[in-house]
Antibody, heavy 120, light 107 residues
Framework: QVQLVQSGAEVKKPGSSVKVSCKASGGTFSTYAVTWVRQAPGQGLEWVGRIIPFLGVAKYAQKFQGRVTITADKSTTTAYIELSSLRSEDTAIYFC?????????????WGQGTRVTVSS | DIQMTQSPSAMSASVGDRVTITCRASQGISNFLAWFQQRPGQVPKRLIYAASSLQSGVPSRFSGSGSGTEFTLTISSLQPEDFATYYCLQHNSFPRTFGQGTKVEIK
């Protein structure tokens, strides 16, 4: 069974960048997509983007275009999200999750979440 | 972008009540709709996928229905552990979009 384990909490200054990792174990990493979702304090869930590790192709929500980069390293079965030009509104918990074209495997497995705090 | 309009945004209910939450998509999404439960401080948990398929291990009091643009999550008899926030998600197209959430509180 696939498990997703994320890196630890981060505290960043406004204008800086953050990179969060999501390591997959126990399954075939490259055959699925890894999606990133964030949740600001007290708010709902927001899709940020996703990558298909096998292809290395990423898609992003328009809101984050130009500021976000999602990558994957097949050799370490790890996906990454990097967000630049951080502002206070980026303070959130960032989750990775499995995504797939097959509904049964879409958003069924989630990482534990990584808290990113942007503060001067 | 497909907008997912979820209603109600919050509700109060008692243990044993039947609860219905609705999600409306701004355009047809076939059955690419999932429902999630999120308790405070926890990771979202998928309850329903493909609009009406029950996730393994999820109690049978949870059910989903709908196709196209109208979807429903029903809890047949609310239990104490069901007090949480519920979200729908469409994954028919990009960007993936969530409903704004429904917080189910104790009456």
């Amino acid at each position: 069974q696939v498990q997703l384990v994320q890196s630890g909490a981060e505290v960043k200054k406004p204008g800086s960048s953050v990179k969060v990792s999501c390591k997959a174990s126990g399954g075939t990493f490259s055959t699925y997509a890894v999606t990133w979702v964030r949740q600001a304090p007290g708010q709902g869930l927001e899709w940020v983007g996703r990558i298909i590790p096998f292809l290395g192709v990423a898609k992003y929500a328009q809101k984050f275009q130009g500021r976000v980069t999602i990558t994957a390293d097949k050799s370490t079965t790890t996906a990454y999200i990097e967000l630049s030009s951080l502002r206070s509104e980026d303070t959130a918990i960032y989750f990775c999750a499995r995504d797939a074209d097959i509904a049964a495997s879409a958003f069924d497995i989630w990482g534990q979440g990584t808290r990113v705090t942007v503060s001067s | 972008d497909i907008q997912m309009t979820q209603s109600p945004s919050a509700m109060s209910a008692s243990v044993g009540d039947r609860v219905t939450i609705t999600c409306r998509a701004s355009q047809g999404i076939s059955n690419f709709l999932a429902w999630f439960q999120q308790r405070p401080g926890q990771v979202p948990k998928r309850l329903i996928y493909a609009a009406s398929s029950l996730q393994s291990g999820v109690p049978s009091r949870f059910s989903g229905s709908g196709s196209g643009t109208e979807f429903t999550l029903t809890i047949s008899s609310l239990q104490p552990e069901d007090f949480a926030t519920y979200y729908c998600l469409q994954h028919n197209s990009f960007p993936r979009t969530f409903g704004q959430g429904t917080k189910v509180e104790i009456k």
